[in-house]
Structure formats: structure tokens, C-alpha cells
């Protein structure tokens, strides 16, 4: 039997008819033109659509990975040649462009008189200097920069154009230092730095200007200035453009007076300084002050005074030298022509030295007190010894005569000298030796002894030490020339010394000019103390010196010209062919006078020289006298040498048969 269950039996799933094909270009869920809106059933909810399928990101991000990794290693690689294989050359371009160096120029020590009067002294200047690179066409994007650059600083530094772009265009383009001019005034650069700023407040609103002088610069220096112009301009010299000595005693004691230049190294940026990138100094250290044993006073006296006489006898050129007959300190050295060292420019080249030291020249009568000292210290004879002086006199080759014609003089020793005549000094120096070759020695024996044909002592640039053959070279007439002043030379300073000598009791004392020097810590050292020697004795010097004021006091004297009322004067005249350089054969005459006061007690000496007086008298006596009696004059006021009172010893000039 069947049984039957009470479950209802399963239902078979009937598939759904299949939809119609959507038409082509018909959108799912929206019906297409004329279709009949579908009807969605209530309650069913839309289908979600397909989910996008992306491709896999793996291969992609390996790609990436390659190129970071090979820039990365690019990067690595250069570093390591930049680090390590080349550091050394890139440290090296890399100071060169970024550091420079300046040199920090020292300050000149100035000059002074000996009362402290300052005679050369530096003032603030700028070396006016650029930076090649900035005038470059890459910087300035113009090919002409140099060239415009010049145009505008020529004027300026009076320059020459060329001169100006050839170093704003150098050869080693990667010299980022030039210097255009040194030692120029603040007022130069003030002007500099005015077209500067223009020219770059106009480059900001009109693109057609370029600053072409954004790479001019400057650098702190000095310039030299001599405050009294002309005044002792022989003794002082100049400085160059290179700030070296150039004659006198800048050259002389460039050493010390230049001091020691110091350097500064900085980085820098478009021309500028970088303050934080750090710097390094050495200071420079300032050069020492040098005082001159001179008088300013006293020096503008007799260079007052020999540049008038020059002037009015229309001579070649004269000098005038006025020395401390104790210390042989010179209180003026004074030169005619002369030149003003603060321009250069309008100097005449012949007159940049010092003459009063630099020419050689016969000294004339002058020169027999030299003679007279040499007599008197063999005892060959007095003062008081008669000397018959004829009219002429016939010795070796040649007949020598006086100045002036005159009947047969009866004469002293010591009216030898006041008269200064030739005849007598030949007969008085021929008792030196029993024949002349032996005189001739002894008396070239006293002028090497007085410094004849010897250096002074100075130590001036360009110093000559005159001419004085040895006896054994003397020619026939020399021997008799010689003794009056002719046939050698000497310059002004060794004329002024010999007289020195006499004043100071036979002992010589070597000239000095430089008192001493003060350095940067204000301590003053004095200059080596001269070395002296003695020549004569003292009772041959008072001796002279008495002959000497019979020159200047006695009416048959050549040097009355030179008298100075209230004081004792000794003193010497001098008249001698001159040699004239240009041709070397006698051409004119060297008139000269020497001498020291007060007579009995020296204290001062001048001498005073004029080379080829063309106008009025050529005498010594007459041209140089008043010289020597104005500038005389005017030292013994100065330093306050009272007269002394005593009355003169008046040797007697002549003699009755």
C-alpha cells in the first residue's frame, strides 16, 4: 500500500523568457525614441554596475625606481669627483673667485724740522682699483665696457684711454684685480663714486643704460704733501707713484720712513665684501717720523736769499749752506733753482736734485784756507811772514797773475789771504817741501784730511765726492793751481765743512741732516753721533780765524761786503773759472764766500756759491758777500748768539820794505 505524504511536492524552476535585444545606441534603463517607458517593478532595487578592472601598478613603479636610482647614481658619481677626485682644483678655482686680497698700504712717517715743524706729512688717499670680470660682455652684456668705463675715468684720473682699457681687459680673464691709479685725493674719488651712483639710479628706469662702472673700487691709501711748497724741496726729495722715495731723504731713509704694508683677504660677492663668510688681516705697521737736524726758518732765509741773487745776476743756478760749527748739524742746505715736490709735472728735471751736493766744481780762493792751514801747521810760516808779491809770476808752463793788475805788493802772510792773491798763496805753499813734489804731497796730505775728494759723511743720493788726482799725478800747472783753488773740484757741502773745521778748533765733524727718527710707540732715537777727527790745531784754527776777519774787516780786504755790525765775522771770498759741464771747457765763474761768526767763538757757518753769473759782477765778494752777511744775519738772530764783545787782533796786511 502507498502511503501518502503530507509535504507538497517541489516546484520546477521555469526560466524567464528571454528579454528582446536592446536596440543599438540605447542606453541601459532608459527606453529609446517611441519605445514604451519601462515599468519598474515595485520594490526592486537597480543593479550595481560592473566593477572597473585595473591593470597592475608593479611594472610601472619598477620604472620609476630605474630612473630615480640612475639620476641618484649620476648625482653620487659627480659628488664624488667634485669631493674627492678633483677637491683640490675646485677648492682652489673656488678662493681664487670668491677670496681676494688687498695690500694694506702703511703710512708714510713724516718729516720734520728740528723744532718739530712738519716738512712732508701723508693725508688720506685712495688706490683707485677694479674688477676685470664685472666689465666682461657676459656681465655687462655690452662688448665695449672697457672702452666706455675708460672713457669716463680718464678725465677723471688723467689717464690715458688705451692705458685704462688694456687693464680692464687683461689678458688673464679670470683676474679679478686691477689697480687703475694710485694715491689719488678724496675728491677724485668722490667723483668716481658720483657717476657711479648715477649712472646706477639710471639703469633702474631705463634698461638701455648699463653701469659700466659698477666694477670700479677703492682701496684706503696716502698721498705725500709738502706744506711748505718749494721750501728745502732738495733736501726733502719726493715720493713716486709707486710711493718710494724718489731723491733727498725720502729716497735716503725710504726704508724707514715707508714702513711695513700689511694684507687683507676677504670673500666677496658682485664686487662686495661677504661679512659673514669671515676675513684675515695683518695690519700694516706705520713707518717712523724723521726729524732733520734743519731750521725751517733759517732755511726759507737763505733760499729767499739765493734765489733773488740768482735771479738777478741771471746765473745758471747757486746754493747757500748754513751748518752748526759744533755739532756739524746743518740748519739749511738751500738750492736755487728749485722744485715744488706736490707737482712734479712742472719741475724742471734739472733742478730735482741737490745740487749743493750733487755738483762738482772748482772751488777758487775759497780753497786757500785750506793752503794757509797747512802752512801754518808745518811752520812753514806766520801770519806775520813778508811775502813779495810781483806782478806776475812764471812757474813750470804757465805765468800766473792776480785778479787785478798791480805794482810789486809787500804784503804778510795774513794779507796773503785778505787780498787773496794767487801769487802769494803759490809762494807760501812751495815752503811746505824742500822742492815742489814734496810740497805737493804734504798739501795733498791736509786737503784729504779737511775731506777733499772724500764722501761727507751724508749719505745723499747722488752725492759726488768733488775731484783730487793724487800729487804724483799732478800735472805741471796743477801744482801751482791747486794751492789758490783750481785744478780739482768739490761740492758746496765739502766748502762748508772746511770752514766748520777752522770754527771748530781744527777738529772736523762729519755733516749731519737727520737728528734722529720717533716710531709708532713714540720713542725717539737719536741718529749715530758723527765721527770727528782732528785736522789742525787748535792755535792753527784761532790763527786762521784771525786771518780770516782780516778778509772781512780790513779795508784792503775782498769781503767787506759781508760785515755784520756788532759782530766779529771771519770769512773768505772766491772767484773761479768755471768748467761748464755741457762742453767741459772754462765758460764763466763759480763766485763764492765763506765764512763762520762771531770770529773769537764760532757758532754758525755759511757758504754761498753761484754758478755763471751773466749780469752785474761775477766777484765772490761782491754777489755772495751780502749773501752771506743777510743769511748770517738772520741765523745768529734765530738762535739768539749774542755778539761777544772783544775786540779783533787786526793782523797787519802789509809791510813796509
Known amino acids: ?70 639620476v641618484m647614481l649620476a648625482f653620487v658619481v659627480r659628488l664624488l669627483q667634485v669631493q674627492a677626485v678633483d677637491a683640490g682644483a675646485y677648492a682652489a678655482r673656488a678662493e681664487q673667485n670668491r677670496y681676494v686680497v688687498h695690500t694694506l698700504a702703511a703710512e708714510r712717517g713724516g718729516i720734520s724740522d728740528r723744532n718739530g715743524v712738519a716738512l712732508a706729512v701723508s693725508e688720506d688717499a685712495y688706490d683707485i682699483t677694479a674688477d676685470p670680470t664685472m666689465f666682461s660682455r657676459e656681465e655687462l652684456k655690452i662688448g665695449n665696457g672697457p672702452e666706455q668705463a675708460a672713457a669716463l675715468l680718464a678725465p677723471i684720473l688723467r689717464q690715458d684711454r688705451a692705458a685704462l682699457v688694456k687693464k680692464l681687459r687683461p689678458a688673464n680673464k679670470d683676474s679679478r684685480y686691477a689697480r687703475l691709479a694710485n694715491r689719488q685725493t678724496p675728491q677724485v674719488w668722490k667723483q668716481i663714486k658720483d657717476l657711479r651712483s648715477a649712472l646706477a639710479k639710471k639703469a633702474e628706469t631705463d634698461r638701455t643704460t648699463v653701469n659700466v662702472l659698477g666694477g670700479v673700487f677703492a682701496d684706503p691709501s696716502s698721498q705725500r704733501v709738502y706744506p711748505n711748497k718749494d721750501l728745502a724741496a732738495g733736501i726733502l726729495g719726493w715720493v713716486n707713484a709707486d710711493g718710494k722715495g724718489g731723491g733727498g731723504i725720502e729716497q735716503a731713509l725710504n726704508k ?9 683677504r676677504y670673500a666677496q660677492s658682485g664686487g662686495r665684501q661677504v661679512p659673514t663668510a669671515g676675513s684675515t688681516e695683518t695690519p700694516a705697521e706705520p713707518g717712523a717720523d724723521v726729524e732733520l737736524t734743519i731750521d725751517r726758518d733759517i732755511q726759507w732765509a737763505a733760499q729767499n736769499a739765493i734765489s733773488e741773487q740768482v735771479k738777478e745776476s741771471r746765473a745758471d743756478r747757486g746754493y747757500v749752506i748754513v751748518q ?198 713714540g720713542r725717539f732715537t737719536p741718529a749715530k753721533k758723527p765721527e770727528e777727527n782732528r785736522v789742525v790745531s787748535a792755535k792753527t784754527a784761532k790763527t786762521l780765524a784771525q786771518m780770516l776777519e ?44 765763506a765764512g763762520f761768526a762771531p770770529a773769537d767763538k764760532p757758532r754758525i757757518t755759511v757758504y754761498c756759491a753761484i754758478q755763471n753769473a751773466t749780469s752785474g759782477s761775477y766777484f765772490g765778494g761782491q754777489i755772495c758777500g751780502p749773501i752771506y752777511k743777510q743769511v748770517m744775519e738772520f741765523a745768529l738772530k734765530t738762535l739768539q748768539v749774542p755778539p761777544t764783545g772783544a775786540k779783533a787782533a787786526n793782523l797787519p796786511v802789509s809791510y813796509k820794505p
Open 1 to 70: 500500500m502507498t502511503e501518502v505524504s503530507d509535504r507538497e511536492p517541489p516546484r520546477r524552476r521555469v526560466p524567464a523568457p528571454a528579454k528582446p535585444p536592446r536596440p543599438r545606441g540605447a542606453v541601459r534603463g532608459r527606453p529609446g525614441p517611441g519605445a514604451r517607458p519601462v515599468r519598474r517593478p515595485s520594490g526592486a532595487r537597480p543593479m550595481p554596475p560592473p566593477p572597473l578592472r585595473l591593470g597592475s601598478p608593479r611594472p610601472r613603479l619598477r620604472l620609476v625606481g630605474l630612473g630615480l636610482t640612475l
Open 256 to 264: 724707514q720712513l715707508s714702513g711695513k704694508d700689511g694684507k687683507v
Open 324 to 521: 752748526d760749527t759744533r755739532t756739524g748739524q746743518i740748519l739749511a742746505m738751500a738750492n736755487s733753482p728749485g722744485f715744488d715736490p706736490n707737482d712734479l709735472s712742472k719741475a724742471d728735471g734739472d733742478a730735482m736734485g741737490n745740487a749743493a751736493v750733487q755738483d762738482a766744481y772748482e772751488p777758487g780762493s775759497t780753497a786757500k784756507v785750506m793752503s794757509m792751514a797747512a802752512v801754518l801747521e808745518q811752520n812753514a810760516a806766520t801770519p806775520l811772514t813778508h811775502v813779495v808779491v810781483p806782478n806776475r809770476l812764471h812757474r813750470g808752463d804757465r805765468l800766473f797773475q792776480d785778479d787785478v793788475d798791480h805794482a810789486t805788493w809787500n804784503l804778510t802772510l795774513n794779507g796773503v789771504l785778505a787780498k787773496s792773491s794767487n801769487i802769494g798763496t803759490i809762494l807760501a805753499t812751495g815752503e811746505l817741501g824742500k822742492t815742489q813734489p814734496e810740497a805737493n804731497k804734504v798739501l795733498y796730505s791736509y786737503l784729504r784730511k779737511f775731506g777733499i775728494g772724500e764722501d761727507t759723511g751724508l749719505g745723499f743720493p747722488g752725492e759726488t765726492r768733488g775731484i783730487l788726482a793724487p800729487p804724483q799725478k799732478w800735472s805741471t800747472s796743477q801744482q801751482y793751481t791747486i794751492p789758490f783753488g783750481q785744478g780739482f773740484s768739490i761740492n758746496a757741502m765739502q766748502a762748508a765743512s772746511v770752514y766748520s773745521t777752522i770754527a771748530n778748533g781744527g777738529v772736523r765733524v762729519e755733516p749731519t741732516l737727520v737728528r734722529g727718527t720717533k716710531g709708532a710707540d
Open 550 to 593: 782780516s778778509v772781512v774787516d780790513d779795508e784792503q780786504g775782498t769781503g767787506i761786503k759781508a760785515r755784520i755790525p756788532g759782530y766779529r765775522v771771519a770769512g773768505k771770498t772766491g772767484t773761479a773759472n768755471r768748467v761748464d759741464p755741457a762742453t767741459g771747457r772754462y765758460r764763466g765763474y763759480t763766485s763764492s764766500f
